[in-house]
C-alpha cells in the first residue's frame, strides 16, 4: 500500500486545516505520514491514529526559500522528503511555500537527468478538456532553454495524464504572431518551432476559452499571475452572477439554477482543484494552494494518490532522453 | 463640436468593420473623420457623408512598430495622429497594431513633461466598481522607475474617471509579501511604498474578486496576458455555464435565467468595454481591440467621445507634476 508524506506545517492554515485534510483523507482510505511539530499535530489529531514524524520547524510564505532550506533543518517539509528519499513515502504533498517545496526538493532528492530548473505544472479546466500551464508559479525569472524544457515536461506530462500522443504545446505570449513578445518568448518561439514537440505557436490568455492547446507554457511570474487571476475572474464572475439572479429572477427559480450551476463553480474552484506537479525531480511531490482548508487538502490528496497509483514518477522519468 | 480621428485601417476586420462602426457612432450624433485608404473607405461607406483623409499605407500587427511608424509616413494611424497634431481633431481613435500607435503616438504629440514611457490604461470591471490596469500592454519590458510612474498615471486616470480622491494602488504580483516577485517587483514596492500615493501592496489575480485597489500596476507583458486571461476565462466560464444550465434546467425556465445573465454576460465581454487610455502624450489617444467589430468600434468611440467631453487631457496634464 503506498503512503503520502504530508508536510503539515505548510499552508496558511497549517496544521490545523492539514491535519483535518490528513483525518479526511485517511477515512477514504489514503495512507499518510504528517511532518511537523508532533505535539501541536497531536492536539488536532484527536483519538485519530496517524503516523506523525517530529520536523517542529516552519518555514513562513516571506522567507527567502534558498536560504530557509539551509538553515532549518528541522522543517517539516525537509521531514516529508526525507521519507520519500528514504522510501518510507511514496509522494510528498506541501501547501506551504513554494519555493522552499521546489529548492528542497532539489537537494533532498535530486533533479532527473538533463534537467536544467525543476517546474511547476498545474491542471486548469479549459472548454472541452483539463489543460495543464507550466511553469505555474516556481521559476519566476528564466532563459530560453528551461522554457523550452518546461515545454518537453509539460508536453511529457500531458501524455501521461490526458493518455493523449503528441500534445498540442502552445507558448503564452501577448499575440499570435511569431515576432510578438519579450527577447524570451522570440528566442522560445524559435527553440519550439524546431523541436519535436507539437508545437502551434504563441497562445493568449483569451485561448483559455477554446480548446486550442494542451499545454500552455510561460515562465513562473506569468503562470501564477495567469492562474490566480483564472481563480479571481471565474469568483468574480460567479459573484456577479448571483447578484444579477437575485435581481432578476423570480424567486422560486434561484434554487434550481443555483443547482443548475453548481458544477461549473465547482470546476473553477480552486479548493476542488488543487494540486499541481513539480515535475523533474527524482521523486513524486505534489503542490496545493497556500490558502488550503481540509477540503481542499482531502482533494489534494486523493489527487496524489491518483498519481501514485499511475506510477506517475516511473513513467516519467524517461523525460530525461528528450530535453 | 468635438470630433475624433479615426484610424480606419487598423483591426482585424479594418476597414470594413471601422468604417461600419464609425456610421453607427455617426447615427449617435458622434463626429468623426476617417483616415486611410480613400477608394476602399468609400466603397464600405455607401450615402454615408463622413470625411476622409488620405493615407492609405497598413501597419499590420506583426510589424516591427518602431520601423513601420519611420518607413509609412503615410499609414492610417500617422494621418490620424496629424489631424490631432493640427487640432482638427479631439482625439484619435485606434484598433489597429498598439505599438504603432504607441509610437506614432510619441513621434506626433509628444511626450507629456517628466514622462519616460507613455502607456497603456484599461478599464476592467470589478466586484462593486471598475478599476484601472496599468499597463495593458504597451511596454513589454520596464524598469522600477517607470513602473512607478504608470502608477502615478494610473492614480491620477482613477481620480479623473472614477471621481475619486487618493485611488489604492496595487503592484501585481506572485504574493502579498513584500519580498515577492522578480527583481523589478521587489524595486518597485520600495519606490510605491515611500511614495506620495496612495500604495496599499501587493496584490494577486485573486484580487480581481473583491474591491481592494482601484488601479492595478503591472509591466505591459503580464498586463497584456491578465487583461486576456479575464477575457478568456469570462467567455469560457459563460460557455461552461451554458452548457450546464442546457443540460440541467427545466427548458422553459433556460429563457429567463438567460435574461437574468445577460447583464454580467455584457460586463465582461472586450466587445463592450472596449477603449484603453494612452496616458502621457500631449493629446487624447484611445485604443480598441484588434478583434474590434462594427458594435465594439461604436461603443469605444462614445467611450472616446466622453473623454472628449470630461477634457480628459488639459485635466491629466498636470500629472507631470507628481511624477
Known amino acids: 500500500m503506498s503512503t503520502i508524506a504530508v508536510d503539515a506545517m505548510g499552508g496558511d ?13 485517511k477515512q477514504e482510505g489514503i495512507d499518510v505520514i504528517l511532518s511537523g511539530d508532533k505535539n501541536l499535530i497531536l492536539s488536532y489529531l484527536g ?8 520536523y517542529p520547524q516552519v518555514i513562513s510564505m516571506d522567507e527567502d526559500p534558498a536560504k530557509a532550506i ?25 501547501a506551504g511555500s513554494t519555493g522552499a517545496t521546489l529548492i528542497g526538493s532539489i537537494s533532498v532528492l535530486g533533479k532527473i537527468k538533463g534537467v536544467i530548473r525543476p517546474t511547476i505544472a498545474s491542471v486548469i479546466p479549459s472548454s472541452e478538456k483539463e489543460v495543464i500551464l507550466v511553469d505555474s508559479g516556481a521559476n519566476l525569472e528564466v532563459k530560453p532553454k528551461i522554457l523550452y524544457q518546461f515545454a518537453v515536461m509539460g508536453s511529457k506530462l500531458a501524455e501521461l495524464l490526458f493518455d493523449i500522443k503528441n ?12 515576432t510578438k513578445g519579450r527577447d524570451l518568448e522570440k528566442s522560445t518561439y524559435k527553440l519550439l518551432n524546431t ?15 477554446n480548446s486550442k492547446v494542451d499545454v500552455y507554457v510561460t ?6 499571475i495567469v492562474l490566480k487571476t483564472l481563480q479571481g475572474v471565474a469568483k468574480l464572475q460567479m459573484n456577479l452572477i448571483a447578484e444579477s439572479l437575485k435581481k432578476n429572477l423570480f424567486k422560486p427559480l434561484l434554487k434550481p439554477v443555483k ?38 487538502i482531502k482533494n489534494a490528496l486523493i489527487f496524489t494518490n491518483k498519481a501514485i497509483e499511475k506510477k506517475f514518477i516511473s513513467n516519467f522519468s ?3 532522453n528528450e530535453l
Open 195 to 209: 523541436s519535436d514537440l507539437n508545437f502551434v505557436g504563441n497562445v493568449e490568455g483569451k485561448d483559455f476559452a
Open 219 to 224: 515562465d513562473g511570474f506569468t503562470g501564477n
Open 259 to 296: 443547482n443548475a450551476l453548481s458544477p461549473v463553480k465547482k470546476l473553477l474552484n480552486p479548493n476542488s482543484t488543487n494540486g499541481s506537479y513539480l515535475l523533474g525531480v527524482n521523486g513524486l511531490v505534489i503542490i496545493g494552494h497556500g490558502s488550503s482548508n481540509a477540503e481542499a
Open 70 to 94: 539551509r538553515t532549518h533543518k528541522n522543517s517539516s517539509i525537509l521531514g516529508a522528503l526525507t521519507l520519500l528519499k528514504e522510501k518510507k513515502a511514496d509522494a510528498v504533498f506541501s
Open 13 to 25: 492554515s497549517a496544521p490545523e486545516e492539514v491535519v483535518k485534510g490528513a483525518i479526511l483523507a
Open 318 to 320: 524517461d523525460v530525461s
Open 47 to 54: 483519538d485519530e491514529k496517524i503516523p506523525i514524524v517530529d
Open 167 to 178: 500534445p498540442k504545446i502552445g507558448l503564452i505570449n501577448n499575440g499570435e504572431e511569431s
